[in-house]
């Protein structure tokens, strides 16, 4: 029998072959030319934007005076490189599919800089799979010099599947060592919890104020790019490139976004978990006055949500932290009145025994603490053994005491 | 000493004595040692020292020449012979000298590999601890996984892993593949069959990446004794083999006893239950001192055993914690802690599944059980290698169950001895399981104009591909085009692509395992019990439009056995064969089969104890068979039922003995019997086998055909029932009542002359 008919048996996935009347060549579609390098060649859209153009509720510019200080502040780490926009690129990735591993490939890289009063956009495109290397080495040129990368969601999946593409092309020598600021993880701090999602989308829906027209949903975008590929029909990719366009410039306002609110002072913003997120971020770099500010706001607007409980702990911390024992007194057995708290229990427990010299109190809290450990099981046992050589060590105090206030 | 009063005790006892087909004396065996070879680094020889080890066996001594001088090895080793050395040294040596070396050990299951990585963590930190040993599976958290790419210098893993998990991920694990040296894959013959072709697939799949990458490691793999070492090494991983099988380390004398329970129903061929002998045996060895291993057939005899055991000894006052059970699923801890206490002589007696089998050092005893043969000849020497430690006297039981292979290996032991075990075989160019492959390895590197992947023409392959949209041609390479990834869809263990899951609802819904879309309406129809890991699960729902089979955990005393309504079309004859009295072919066959009704089978006595419909649509499945047919004018007036019942019993017959030749269950090949076949006009038997595409079994069996006639002849004959029983020919209710009569003639017939 042939082989071929014994294939077919088997192997009985057809997916229907594209058919097209009339194929338009990307260059009448798209603002676009080939670009050669010494390893072929590959196809680049270059657009600019005024840096007045507005995309949702902000305009381009409004990111401007973004300064170091406001980006490690953020990120809540020193950064390598402080952030210079113009030794910065944003950059975004369309690829053949949502998982890594080498047979997922990048088709097209959008590069977004600023320079000069407008904003640039370049769009990479591999017209096809022989294209890869003069593309990858095409955008390892742009990279040269850049100091920063910015990106969304690129430090787990862009980023990463762009250097399995340099392995497999056997480039990785001549990739650049560039900070990473992921504008995912960033958002996920302010707004994780409040949002169902974080994803770009919902960000521009609920956050900038941009809604898209006629976007390509992203999970179409692999076959599309294959149908591309069958027929080269260029006006299949124009969906592409605008939906590459939109998360590039929803990048760069997002980035005003999350400046403005690290600039902002507590009084001027109304949102819970907005405030929440700063308090965090302030105490973690130690601005304790600040920190305070935020939190005590976002208590006050959080009125009685699941968030109010994460504050109030958040608040606990930060109270012991700067010795306000009172406030955290309160807030502590506030906790407790709402939830039953492990950790909560045990800080009030060592609250009263070092602090306050409240023994019995020490041991109310240490016993509650305690019997909720022995409820969750196995997974608390450590936690419970604390709690045991606590009470016991209460005890000994409390015996000593007993017999100190009987003797005199 | 106490093995001497064992010996004296079964002469003395009548009831035992009875049972005793034969026993032998297996001579003391002299180790044969050589020194320490020169080349290894001072480092690793001053280790060795300290472990006084000051000479090595002379099969360590060959395989580590070999490697030196750039050779891919097979190593056959027996139980206990020191096997691991034979690529620990090698590996290590190579570390020593180049930090940058990089090894991967390929074990079959998880457990083993965390065994061995607890041995390589004790070398290196004997050895200033910087050489880093990982394992790396499906429970590796996320953290670690970086550092092992970066820096593991010996990656231990599985072959499922390596499928799925590293090589589609090939760029991480760049700094692994450019400084490769060795692949060790240890238990080399347990990857044959289905699971062994796609192995053999996957480590094409890893010659293709290690190319990429420009290394070219060493191949080292270890087997238990097989018929092929050499032969399956180099089916299995593409590269010329040298077999090392002179085994070095001594070995005191063994007695090796064949045991055969008596029989209590000689009508339905019921024998004792071999688990209650065994039992009995047991009870003897442990309380004469004997430190003995017991191995049962599943996890459930397992529980019985420890259970019954320990009620004796707690009844004549010694402790019933001396006697343990030692299973698959215990942690690395639980074993070192049962390693231990039988060094120290507190555990007498443990009882243990076939997870011992697979190389998990427990050092030897004194005695050894064998409840039932294990199947292969390569796992019975495997157990009985159990016992026997140091020079002095051990003794093996083999312990039959009523089942025709069993008794014919109870009733010819000399056949047991003498022959040189199975061979493993495995097909990798088998198109469903290549052609799987052959889209991963698209997935991890473009394939190029006049590259080779298995023995079909690549090229069509890919132009095949290509047509159906799932690759692309650009110049001369194929480019993967597809969102998919295709390895999540093939599981190693089993042949198509097409699954049904196994859901157990028990506790948790978890997935417990798949079987294909034909063995699904024989293995997971609704009211099946379904066997994994030794347990019992009960099929409560069959979902067979999404694929799904939900499943209870069981314990009851009988299987299920679904009965098919079979239709066979020889597609193409590879070979064939007419002789005057037989025709014996083999080929590709078209099998549809729709399952009807199922019966509940007991065990031990093959007891009929009920029955149930099963209603699911027809399969149709493409696969090899091996046929024999006798000539139709040797027939001529012969009843019908007569010649019926004739194929029926001879098919039974030959669907058990065949695991004989194949190293494969019996479940892994199917018999049809046709009075007049379609395609032969003549009576015929064939013997499907059971996986899409097939494994090489039934060329093997065209092979063999006299030696399996004669070997099914012998079984009838040797069969002490008067008329057919399930022990030879299969229960009265298939063949009727002279069953046994009419199978004698059909293979008088066909074996009439020259065979
Ligand atoms: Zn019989």
Redesign the pocket.
Known sequence: MELKERLARIEDMNRPTQVVDRKSPLEEILPGQEVKNPLGSCFVVTSSFPVGYKHGFYSLQDISPVCPQAMSFLTGKELQKPLHLHHAVFLDTETTGLGSGAGTYVFMVGLGFFAGHSFTLKQYLMRDYDEEPSFLYQLLQELKGVETLITFNGRAFDWPLLNTRFTMARMTQAVPKMENIDLLSLARKFWRGWLTSCSLNSLENNILGFKRANDIPGAEIPQRYFDYLQTKDGKLLEDIFSHNVFDILSMVVLLSHLYSLGRAEAGEIICPWENFALGKLHEARNNYEKARSFLEKAYMLAGKSSLATKIMKQLGALYKRIGEWEKAEKIWLAVVAKEESVSTFEELAKLYEHRKKDLESAKYAARRGLSICLQKGYSAMDRAEDFEYRLARLERKLKKRRTASFNS | MSVQKVLEELEKNKGLQSNIIARFRLPQRKGSYESIPDFLDERLKGLLKKKNIDRVYSHQAQALEMVQAGRDIVVVTPTASGKTLCYNLPVLNSILKNQEVRALYLFPTKALAQDQVAELIRWSEDLGGWIKTYTYDGDTPAEVRRSIRMAGSIVVTNPDMLHSGILPHHTKWMRLFENLEYVVIDELHTYRGVFGSHVANVLRRLHRICEFYGSQPRIICTSATIANPGQHGEKLTGRDMVVIDENGSPQGPRELIFYNPPVVNAAL?IRRSSLLEAQKLAKEFIKAGVQTIVFARSRLQTEILITYLRRIFNKVGQEGEKIRGYRGGYLPRQRREIERDLRQGKIKGVVSTNALELGIDIGTLSGAILTGYPGTIASTWQQVGRAGRGSSLSIAVIVASSSPLDQFIINNPSYFLERATESALINPDNLVILISHIKCAAFELPFQEGEEFGAHPLEEILEYLTEKNILRKVQDRWFWMSEQYPADDISLRSASADNFVIIDKTKNARVIGEVDRFSAQMLIHEGAIYIHESKQYHIDRLDYDQEKAYAREVEVDYYTDANMAVDLKVLDVFASDKREQVNRAYGEVMVAARATVYKKIKFYSHENVGWGDINLPQEEMHTLAYWLSLPACRVQGKDKDLIQSALMGTANLLQNIAPLELMCDPGDIRVLAQVKSPFTGEPTIYLYERYPGGVGFSEKLFDCHDRLLQQVKQVLRD?S?PR??P???GPMEEVGEKG?DNALWFLQEVMDSGA
């Open positions: 061929g069969c029932c057919g029983c022990s030879c020919v046994k």
